[in-house]
Nanobody, 117 residues
Framework: QVQLVESGGGLVQAGGSLRLSCAAS????????MGWYRQAPGKQRDLVAV???????NYAASLKGRFTISRDNAKNTVYLQMNSLKPEDTAVYYC???????????WGQGTQVTVSS
């Protein structure tokens, strides 16, 4: 079992930055890919970024260059650094852990990010 807790969301002006954190209940990075997803009202939940156990990363094409996913293994925490935020980035952001072997997905409760114009 994995518990994920997101934090760091809030209200920010366009062009500003936020750093989201996802704290895992235990050390899981060797067995799970970690990802950030977001969901705007009335829309599907889309992948923002993922970091694999080996450290490689992938990003949604539209976000490449603005968002950075990283992790601190000692703290069991994954981060999403969001720069140059735009109103279209407004969404609930969710942390995800996907187990390589069981394919079980775990989700955090989400954190709201609102970007004002």
């Amino acid at each position: 079992q994995v518990q994920l807790v997101e934090s760091g969301g809030g209200l920010v002006q366009a062009g500003g930055s936020l750093r989201l954190s996802c704290a895992a209940s235990r050390s899981i990075f060797s067995l799970n890919a970690m990802g950030w997803y977001r969901q705007a009202p009335g829309k599907q939940r889309d992948l923002v970024a993922v970091i694999m156990a080996g450290g490689s990363t992938n990003y949604a094409a539209s976000l490449k260059g603005r968002f950075t996913i990283s992790r601190d293994n000692a703290k069991n925490t994954v981060y999403l650094q969001m720069n140059s935020l735009k109103p279209e980035d407004t969404a609930v952001y969710y942390c995800n852990a996907a187990n390589y072997y069981t394919h079980v997905n775990y989700w955090g409760q989400g954190t709201q990010v609102t970007v004002s114009s």
